[in-house]
């Protein structure tokens, strides 16, 4: 079954049907020009039945090399557990993996579930909120803190993102109309960017160590999900963090994508007051809207 509220979204804007996908094909080695495929996406509720491997993979991928760290089955079950909260974007109906999804959490009334524990405990390590908000991920804070979790394959467009985006907030209107515990103080937003590394397969190369020198000197983030530096406009607290767990020897240079540099991930979280959240996910829809 598709989604029940994609016929319209709150600001009476169409959901979009058709995008158009990159399909890589070597350009910058070989010339060929990218080819274009016109693909139709569409948004589901999370099914139990069908999304449990995709989504899996999907939080795998979010949590990158730390994904270890977590009873991801454990997780996934959780999300499933909310079908009227969240979204998963597909291409070949409902029976099919996610491309995409994107969720919410509330971390004090899942508190005592140990996925959450990790989960909660792990992110109170890696974020530096400013110290006049206190400790807002204890488990006996009142903040209540709303943890967005979402993720995409690469090469899916940017633009699947604001449906879901608006999508989540009508859901949450609808669950506070029935009395849900979805009356949130912050939104926490759980991404990725990465950074540019020397790459380990070229240090006899003198040109190479005087550019990676260079880029060492001025390192500059660069984001997976574009959508987060128009986040970042409406956000109280935003900030990188180093995975915990080591990558392995080569791990950056498996990344190149056909760039001299390697490519190092690491976490970013972007913390949202609760009143700037609806300007926040406005100004994402106009940031990708399609042309």
């Known amino acids: 079954m598709a989604k029940r509220k994609q016929s319209d979204h709150a600001d009476g804007t169409d959901k979009p049907t058709i995008r158009e996908v990159d399909e890589e094909m070597d350009s910058s080695d070989s010339g060929e020009d990218t080819d274009m495929l016109n693909v139709d996406f569409e948004w589901f509720d999370p099914q139990p039945e ?3 491997q ?6 795998r991928q979010s949590f990158d090399v730390d994904a270890q760290l977590f009873d991801l089955s454990t997780l996934t079950d959780l999300i499933l557990s909310q079908p009227l909260l969240g979204s998963t974007v597909k291409v070949d109906g409902n029976e099919t993996d996610p491309y995409a999804f994107l969720t919410i959490l509330n971390l004090r009334e899942h508190r005592d579930k140990t996925a959450v524990k990790a989960l909660t405990t792990y992110l109170n390590q890696k974020a530096n909120f400013p110290s006049a908000l206190g400790n807002i991920l204890h488990p006996d804070a009142p903040a209540q803190v709303g943890l967005i979790l979402t993720e995409r394959l690469i090469n899916i467009p940017s633009e699947v993102v604001p449906p879901m985006y608006q999508m989540l907030q009508e859901e949450i209107a609808w669950a506070l ?5 979805y009356s949130f103080s912050y939104y926490l937003i759980l991404s990725k960017t990465y950074v540019e590394v020397a790459s380990s397969l070229d240090q006899e190369d003198d040109r190479l160590k005087k550019k990676s020198k260079k880029a060492k000197d ?5 984001y ?3 959508e987060d530096e128009i986040l970042h406009q409406h956000a109280l607290w935003h900030g990188d963090f180093s995975y915990t767990k080591e990558e392995g020897e080569g791990h950056s240079d498996s990344k190149r994508t056909f760039q001299e540099m ?3 991930p690491q976490g970013h979280m972007i913390l949202i007051e609760a009143a700037k959240f609806e300007p926040a996910v406005k100004a994402v ?4 809207r399609p042309a």
């Open 285 to 288: 829809a106009d940031f990708l």
């Open 50 to 52: 069908h999304d449990f």
């Open 218 to 222: 001025s390192v500059e983030t660069f």
């Open 224 to 226: 997976f999900h574009p």
């Open 54 to 59: 995709g989504l899996k993979t999907l939080l």
């Open 177 to 181: 109309q029935d009395k849900e515990p």
């Open 262 to 264: 390697g490519v190092k």
